[in-house]
């Protein structure tokens, strides 16, 4: 009888125990929400601006900034098996299939040792943000979409001066109208599926950069 009685007291005591420190970690633990990366896409048109005012974002508001288009770009100058693949479809104005963009995105993000990032350039088209959602969803929330309008002249006259002198082989005349076409047809509707959403923040950027950061600067204050 005394063995039986201690083993209870063992048995509840241990219970009592695992219930004390199961109870503690989950009261411990962060809402999973505020454990998730914190994310605003930047889109627009080629040469609309979102390069040069995702650098003042970052400096002001301490996002880092990701560029879907330069780890792209630094991937295909890696010499991996993706490199030749990438180079092709970027030298044809063409989408880079989702996962290995969302890879790299990924990669970035974990590599940084930040929690609130500026993705520009991505997503491109319903691939893309089907590939994000399959893929990021549970570890990163969407703050909002960052959607800078330029018009198509103003967009082409600014890749072909910047051809000038960035060495990138897609500042071409040629290389430029097949990105525009690109983007119209594939980006436009991912920006208008986030407006359903009331997840668009529109500035108009054919405008002089204190005007156009200004107003970018509000969208920012206003969740930071």
Known sequence: ????????????????????????????????S?????????????????????????EQFGYVHLSAGDLLRAERESG????????????????????VTVRLLRNAMESSGSSKFLIDGFPRDLMNLQCWKAQMSSIADIQFLLFLDCPHEI?????????????????NEESVRKRL?????????????FRGEGKVREVNSNRTFEEVFGEVSLHFQAIN
Request: some cysteine.
């Open 1 to 32: 009888k005394t063995t039986y009685m201690i083993a209870t007291a063992l048995a509840v005591g241990a219970g009592i125990a695992l219930t004390y420190a199961t109870y503690s970690y989950f009261s411990s633990s962060k809402d999973s």
């Open 34 to 58: 505020e454990d998730k990366y914190k994310v605003v896409f930047v889109l627009g048109g080629p040469g609309s601006g979102k390069g040069t005012n995702c650098t003042k974002i970052q």
């Open 80 to 99: 991996s098996e993706l490199a030749e693949m990438i180079n092709t479809y970027i030298k044809e104005g063409k989408i880079v299939p989702a996962e």
């Open 155 to 171: 967009m082409t006259a600014r890749l072909l001066e910047r051809g000038k002198t960035s060495g990138r082989t897609d500042d």
């Open 181 to 193: 076409v690109t983007y119209e047809q594939s980006t436009r509707p991912i920006i208008d599926s």
